[in-house]
């Protein structure tokens, strides 16, 4: 076993600005913005660079899709305790339409290139909330997936995983090499601090593109329209359920 | 640049510059005569040719520019500040039990804030003055963490820095640098506080002339309860050519060395997380090995030291006002009176228009002087750097006050961080050097400048040197407007008005020069970035252009008027009167009129 995991960073629009639509309605504004990694791509990292420190894991190894600004977030992962990065490098229109299908074809590609023993991703981004990059690697590399993690224990050349889902909390056991992404309760991610950016700056950022890897990323949708979501109306007081029935009626819901 | 304000200035120097070639003979100013402020003519930067109505273009634009990867480094190193005091700091608490938690102080420590400027070969993170000064933006959003921080490594810890030899620095700066081990400055005591040179503190060497004794109390040290290291300054006996003198000297003093005792910490109106408190010495053993510097010139050091650190306080201030922007501009938004909301009243967008405008303009100084102090060679900027600190304490002041007025009852109360910034900032003007003191050194230090190269010009003048005269004169006939000023400063026949001799005692002539320059550095430095940003096309340059040209105007004016209550005689001039008054007051201690209700009828 290699020892090496990699793990999916994401770049997207800080979770704390207010997103505004494009006038042409095309997309959202994303100049001049803060971006920030994704909350979830965080918490991917701090467990990777956890199991590095508790030495079952001997590389951590960053990936970023997307135009030059990606490795911003590949240099915060690395000032976080990852190793060294990839940058694949997607720019312009094929950026605009990069989604989880391409994202999964790069990242299986790039796990059997680096020998990768487990790949750790957020359980989705906050700006397309997809949730399906992590189980399409899975697929495409025939691996066994363990989604939305809460807990992670290695034990010998297997996994015991929980995951939270509707009805509750989940335990299963699986095979390396595995696919998991990460929720929210699996831990709480490190601040960079300043001593470990200026480490990072040593670190190794590699660019490649996605023909490299013999990934074609065209993608098969195609955005018609993005529009804000509909205003919240006012709501009316109602006296008596005798009203309510009338009220719908006439607002034709009922 | 206003070319009337540059004539009239360029005439006070050379009015001085009268009475220095009467007094033949004597080249020292006759200030220092006294003891009172010290001023050095060293080799100083941008802001010392402005009292010769010089403006060195060069020096100051374009405005300073970082390399790519700082531009890189910098967005890295703030994101984790921000969200760091954005998350993890609780600055109501801090207030309230007046003490900054260990968890959060051991924050601040992970994190490398408590040694940005140490070099990363003692453990720091070897940043330049200009990132130190962008991270102070994030860290003055709590007052009592930014003064812990500054008082720690912009004084606390910078005699070793920049005055320390190799083993002292190998010797202390790496535990200084983690944090494990924290600074302080200790210099005012209770008999000297502006007046740094009339410390009584004591050193004397033991008998077998390893160890130096100290004896005696220092007051307001900041970080003074829980400090492992301090620089302490003391007078020592030094041999002057065989004769003995009382001179001061730097010490690194480890709390460990023993008899070093710490009072209680003080109750103070704001900054209250931040350690105010007493130290006594006695008898304290310090080895000879741990005098910064040689024996005998500590004052120097001493100045040094808080002449590198002020520059800072400009970007704390704009960090401050910029938040504070943001805050009061949701309430001016939403809040509604006579069925408007408050940001359409004149008055209160008038205070968001000052705030902008101070924000830009402090910003601007601060990192126009940063960007100086990181030139290769070492310039010493400590003219700017008070002008930056006089401004930026000054308009914080009031940014801070105006701020509360537009939250109005609600800004009154502790439910809301206003009345709490405005604590916090009521010591901005008081420490690091008053603003008083800070005045004072602005207009004597430009204007013993002045007077050297001007007698240094009247020299050569004198020995025939007519081509340099006729030059000098030629220059000044292109740029003075015909208006002369007449400081009073020289009587009939050139004979020297006796106030001239004690212009070290007309504070208030001296402060309208200093406020004069203040302002000029100020339209400098905001010209220069808005120029760059013009240039390179930065987003909302317009805003910028307009921001630039409506402080310029309003200086411009505020200049003016200044210059003006500088003639003796000008009927804008109250100076005289105001002496009477605070004469009378004084003498009686009290308020004098009798009371208007009274009758003697």
């Known amino acids: 076993m290699s020892g090496r995991v990699l793990v999916g960073v994401k770049r997207v629009i800080d979770y704390a600005v207010k997103i505004r639509v494009k006038p042409d309605n095309t997309g959202v504004v994303t100049d001049g913005v803060k971006h920030s990694m994704n909350p979830f791509c965080e918490i991917a990292v701090e467990e990777a660079v956890k199991l590095k420190e508790k030495k079952l894991i001997k590389e951590v190894v960053a990936v970023s899709c997307g135009p030059q600004q990606s490795q911003e977030t590949i240099r915060t992962a690395l000032a976080m305790g990852a190793d060294r990065g990839i940058h694949v490098d997607v720019s312009g229109k094929d950026y605009e339409n990069l989604g989880p299908l391409q994202v999964s074809k790069i990242l299986a590609a790039l796990a059997k290139q680096e020998d990768a023993q487990l790949i750790l991703l957020g359980k989705q981004a906050i700006d397309d909330d997809c949730n399906q990059t992590g189980q399409m690697t899975a697929a495409l590399l025939d691996w066994p997936q363990g989604t939305f993690a809460s807990e992670v224990s290695l034990e010998g050349d297997k996994i015991n995983l929980v995951r939270e889902i509707d009805g509750g909390l989940e335990h299963i056991k699986i095979n390396t090499p595995a696919v998991i992404t990460a929720d929210l309760r699996l831990n709480t991610p490190r601040y960079a601090t300043l001593p470990n950016i200026m480490k990072a700056k040593k670190k190794k950022i590699v660019t490649v593109k996605p023909a490299d890897l013999g990934v074609d990323v065209t993608s098969r949708l195609e955005v018609l329209k993005v529009e804000e979501p509909p205003q919240r109306q006012a709501g009316m007081k109602v006296e008596t359920v005798e009203d309510l029935v009338v009220k719908l009626k006439e607002a034709g819901r009922v | ?601």
Request: aromatic share 8%; charged share 25%.
């Open chain 2, 1 to 601: 640049m206003n070319r009337l304000i540059v004539s009239r200035t360029f005439r006070i120097g050379e009015r001085l510059l009268g009475c220095h070639a009467r007094h033949a003979g004597q080249e020292e100013l006759r200030l220092q005569q006294r003891r009172s402020i010290k001023t050095h003519c060293r080799h100083l930067a941008y802001a010392k040719d402005l009292f010769l109505g010089q403006v060195n273009k060069a020096e100051v634009f374009p405005y300073p520019e970082i390399g790519n990867d700082e531009v890189e480094e910098i967005k890295q190193l703030v994101a984790p500040v921000e969200k760091f005091f954005s998350d993890d700091v609780d600055s109501a608490k801090i207030d309230r039990e007046a003490t900054i938690p260990l968890e959060t102080l051991q924050g601040l420590k992970d994190l490398g804030l408590f040694g940005i400027m140490i070099p990363e070969e003692y453990g720091g993170l070897g940043l330049s003055h200009t990132i130190y000064a962008r991270l102070n933006e994030i860290i003055a959003l709590d007052g009592s963490i930014a003064v812990t921080l500054a008082a720690h490594q912009a004084i606390g810890l910078k005699g070793i820095l920049i005055a320390g030899n190799e083993a002292q620095k190998k010797k202390y700066l790496p535990k200084l640098a983690s944090g494990e081990h924290i600074a302080a400055f200790c210099l005012t005591e209770p008999g000297s506080g502006s007046d740094a040179a009339s410390i009584q503190t004591r050193a004397t060497l033991s008998e077998d002339g390893k160890h130096y004794l100290i004896n005696g109390s220092k007051i307001w040290i900041s970080n003074g309860g829980m400090a492992d290291i301090m620089t302490v300054f003391a007078r020592t006996e030094v041999e002057v050519d065989g004769v003995k003198k009382d001179k001061i000297s730097a010490f690194i003093v480890e709390r460990a060395f023993g008899g070093i005792a710490s009072g209680k910490p003080e109750d103070k109106l704001g900054i209250r997380g931040s350690n105010t408190c007493e130290l006594s010495f006695d008898n304290v053993p310090v080895p000879v090995e741990n005098v910064i510097g040689e024996i005998g010139g500590g004052f120097k050091i001493a100045m040094n030291i808080l002449n590198s650190g002020r520059f800072s306080m400009g970007s704390s201030c704009a960090g401050m006002i910029k938040k504070l922007i943001e805050l009061t501009s949701e309430y001016a938004a939403t809040r509604k009176q006579f069925n408007k909301s408050l940001s359409e009243f004149g008055m209160i967008q008038e205070k968001f228009a000052m705030m902008a405008l101070n924000a830009f303009v402090m910003e601007s100084m601060a990192y126009l002087t940063a960007g100086m102090m990181d030139r290769p060679g070492v310039p010493d900027c400590s003219l700017e750097a008070a002008m930056v600190k006089v401004f930026s304490s000054e308009g914080g002041w009031i940014c801070v006050s105006e701020a509360l007025q537009v939250l109005g009852g609600l800004g009154y109360t502790k439910n809301y961080p206003f009345e709490r910034f405005v604590r916090d900032c009521r010591i901005l003007p008081i420490f690091e050097g008053t603003n008083e003191i800070l005045r004072m050194y602005i207009a004597l230090t430009g204007m013993q400048y002045a007077g050297k190269i001007l007698t240094g010009k009247i020299k050569e003048m004198k020995k025939g040197n007519i081509g340099l005269a006729i030059g000098m004169v030629g220059k000044k006939l292109r740029t003075s407007l015909g208006a002369s000023v007449d400081l009073g400063l020289t009587g009939k026949d050139g004979v020297v008005h006796p106030s001239l001799e004690t212009i070290v005692d007309e504070q208030l002539v001296l402060k309208r020069v200093a406020d004069v320059l203040i302002h000029m550095y100020a339209m400098t430095a905001v010209l220069s970035r808005a120029s760059r940003s013009i240039s390179i096309g930065l987003r909302n340059h317009d805003h910028e252009v307009l921001l630039a040209n409506t402080f310029c105007n309003d200086a411009f004016f505020k200049n003016n008027y200044w210059m003006v209550q500088l003639q003796k005689h000008s009927p804008e001039n109250n100076d005289a009167n105001i002496k009477k008054i605070a004469k009378q007051v004084l003498e009686n201690r009290a308020y004098i009129c009798s009371h208007p209700l009274e009758r003697t009828y």
